[in-house]
């Protein structure tokens, strides 16, 4: 179920939640979300598509965004906010239209969750020309390839919403 609200002139108005999951939620989900939001506010959709991210697991629960991620956004000119991870709930399948998970552990996770319920559930990299997996930086240490890949699928799902719902 959308959540609604009523637009400046009053009109019904139905949100697109998109919700980004990645194992800690403190490099890939949080630099999507932030991508994310900034693709659509350059696109003048702030009022349609609401966008957060949240963990698979708990071992960051409580932690802000990891400092090389917030360098990376930095360079790249994108705005965040001091943030703190959080778990995934199965309330939060419910509450949002699209979960995108970054890689195949976070797909297996999501399964599970979710009780094998996919219809929502996506992986970032199919919405570009290159399937597959967002490379975790947390082990790679190369954030410049993980933004590449993420702004890329963020781009192609955006694409994708707009074509969609004829936004």
């Known amino acids: 179920s959308n959540s609604a609200y009523f637009g400046i002139e009053g009109s019904f108005v139905s949100m697109i939640k998109i919700l980004f999951i990645c194992h800690g939620n403190i490099c890939r989900s949080p630099m999507a979300e932030f991508i994310m939001k900034d693709l659509v506010e350059k696109a003048g959709l702030s009022q349609e598509i609401f966008v957060s991210s949240a963990a698979m697991t708990s071992e960051e629960i409580g932690n802000d ?3 090389p991620a917030k360098r990376m956004l930095t360079a790249m000119g994108v705005p965040f906010e001091k943030r703190k991870a959080r778990r995934m709930t199965k309330a939060d399948y419910e509450e949002n239209d699209i979960i995108i998970g970054m890689d195949e552990e976070n797909w297996r996770h999501l399964l599970l969750l979710t009780g094998g319920r996919k219809e929502k559930l996506h992986l970032l990299m199919d919405y570009t020309d290159r399937p597959g997996e967002v490379a975790d930086p947390w082990y790679t240490g190369d954030f410049k390839e993980t933004y590449r890949d ?10 994708a919403i707009r074509k969609d719902e004829g936004i």
């Open 65 to 67: 965004m990891y400092p």
């Open 150 to 159: 993420i702004l890329d699928g963020c781009r192609g799902l955006l694409a």
